[in-house]
């Protein structure tokens, strides 16, 4: 064994802040998902370190992102029909399905210990996740910003939020993807719509399963997580459970909030005037625009990757008409791409 | 012929920044507009989505009151001074690109009338 090549990282790592490792374990839905809030509030006083937390929702739920309107989003009848809560986290992105057969790491800091915040952050933080995947054996690269994908599909959702004086950054690998669950729970202007978002979902969201025909067990995914993290050296990670306050802060303040129809309920900002009604993002790029009175004077579609119009489909009036797909080259597929070029894309 | 969007504090008549990321200009009837420092909006990206403060509400210093997303990540900031919210930019709210493409005149934050007379130029540094 050579000792003298291992002294300098051994002096590195005792240099290296220690940061609190909070396995939560398979835990109900909103302390899976906002737990992090109630040490966010710790994290901020001082009264505990920067925290790692791991996590697995016992049951299905859905979350929506900070900026998504409740009432535009979510399908009622989906929510009748399956029972799950809704969850509006603080962090930004889409509404999401999120189920037992998904593993979260979410990490709260302080400005300047770990990061500044923001979306450079992203980056900085899920080269861990990319790596533990690959020490899986599964190879997954980060798409800047905030998606870590097989190839070109994407395996794990990231987002990120200030919260408390305290950064937070959330994200999760999808064990199993329940493609059916991500498509119905949307309220869609046309029913014409959920066939070509089914379409797109199934062509850019993988799973672990779908990559390597079995899902990993948790408590391996967990071990590699948390070597990854440690592989980084920004930071050591010491095992510690939740404190006291923090248990108390998350009954008295984090679920009030979260089972509050305000807070989850939140007033939709003002939309944009002009065509545009409905951005539904898939993936990273990919993604759907459904516009109003572009094409004809009913609803049109149109299949983005970024500011690239790779496709356009008009919806008649008839709930089960079929979406007519524009043709190629066509005056009214310019016409869509022209609305498309004045609209917010996916970049 | 047509404005160039302006680019410095001084263009929007502003009096300073408080901190990196917000500039205000008080105005003839004691209230202030704030809005987004260049540099912040920079660092920020390209805006997605803006959530301003409720006009009409009291607001505490440093309380939640606004949000603004990009690139997936949600800055929650509160109101510098404590006070009462006059208007939030409807422009902005709808397109927060606006903020990115002319930080110190469309893309206003929000007005507000300071509950102290004096505390945004004491927060600034500035003469009041």
Redesign the interface.
């Known amino acids: 064994m050579n000792f003298a090549a291992q002294e300098p990282s051994v002096a590195r790592e005792v240099e290296l802040p220690v940061w609190r490792l909070l396995d939560l374990g398979r835990c109900e839905p909103v302390r899976a998902q906002a737990f992090a809030e109630s040490v966010a509030e710790s994290v901020a006083a001082g009264e505990v370190p920067n925290t790692l937390l791991l996590a697995q929702p016992a049951s299905p739920y859905l979350s929506l992102g900070f900026h998504q309107s409740f009432a535009e989003e979510i399908d009622p009848s989906f929510l009748e029909r399956r029972r799950v809560p809704v969850i509006r986290r603080v962090e930004g992105g889409g509404t999401t399905w999120l189920d037992p057969d998904q593993w979260f790491y979410e990490l709260v800091y302080r400005d300047e210990d770990g990061g500044r915040g923001g979306p450079a952050d992203l980056e900085r933080f899920l080269a861990a996740p990319a790596r533990a995947a690959r020490d899986l054996g599964l190879p997954v690269d980060l798409r800047s910003p905030s998606d870590l994908v097989v190839g070109d599909r994407k395996i794990s959702g990231n987002a990120g939020g200030d919260w408390a004086d305290a950064h937070l950054l959330v994200g999760g690998f999808l064990g199993r993807a329940d493609h059916g669950a991500m498509v119905d729970l949307l309220r869609l202007p046309h029913p014409g719509i959920r066939p070509l978002l089914r379409s797109l979902i199934e062509r850019w969201v993988t799973s672990w399963e779908t990559e390597t025909g079995a899902m990993p067990s948790w408590s391996a995914l967990r071990d590699r997580l948390v070597e990854a993290f440690r592989a980084l050296r920004l930071f050591q990670l010491r095992p510690a459970p939740s404190t006291p306050a923090e248990e108390a802060r998350f009954r008295s303040e984090t679920v009030p909030r979260h089972t509050d129809p305000s807070w989850r309920e939140l007033s939709p900002v003002p939309r944009s005037p002009g065509p545009l009604i409905r951005r539904l993002r898939v993936a990273g790029p990919h993604g759907l625009l459904v516009l109003s009175g572009v094409v004809g004077t009913g609803l049109s579609v149109a299949v983005v990757d970024g500011p690239e119009v790779r496709a356009g489909y008009v919806l008649d009036t008839a709930p089960d008409a079929l979406p007519r797909r524009v043709a190629r080259d066509s005056p009214e597929l310019e016409t869509l791409r022209d609305a498309v070029r004045a609209a917010p894309g996916f970049d | 012929m047509s404005s160039a969007p302006s680019r410095t504090p001084a263009d929007a008549g502003a009096t300073c920044a408080i901190g990196a990321d917000l500039w205000f200009r008080r105005d003839a009837d004691g209230t202030y507009l704030v809005g987004l420092t260049d540099l912040a909006q920079r660092?920020?990206?390209?805006l997605?989505?803006?959530?301003g403060p409720a006009a009409g509400r009291l607001y505490r210093a440093g309380e939640p009151a606004v949000?603004l997303?990009?690139?997936?990540?949600?800055?929650?900031l509160g109101l510098p001074v404590d006070g009462t919210v006059v208007a939030t930019n409807?422009a902005a709210?709808?397109?927060p690109?606006t903020i990115n493409q002319d930080p110190y005149g469309a893309g206003w934050l929000y007005r507000m009338r300071p509950l102290e007379p004096g505390s945004f130029e004491a927060r600034s540094g500035a003469p009041a």
């Open positions: 660092r920020a990206g390209t997605a989505h803006y959530r949000s997303e990009s690139e997936k990540w949600v800055g929650h409807p709210e709808a397109d690109r």
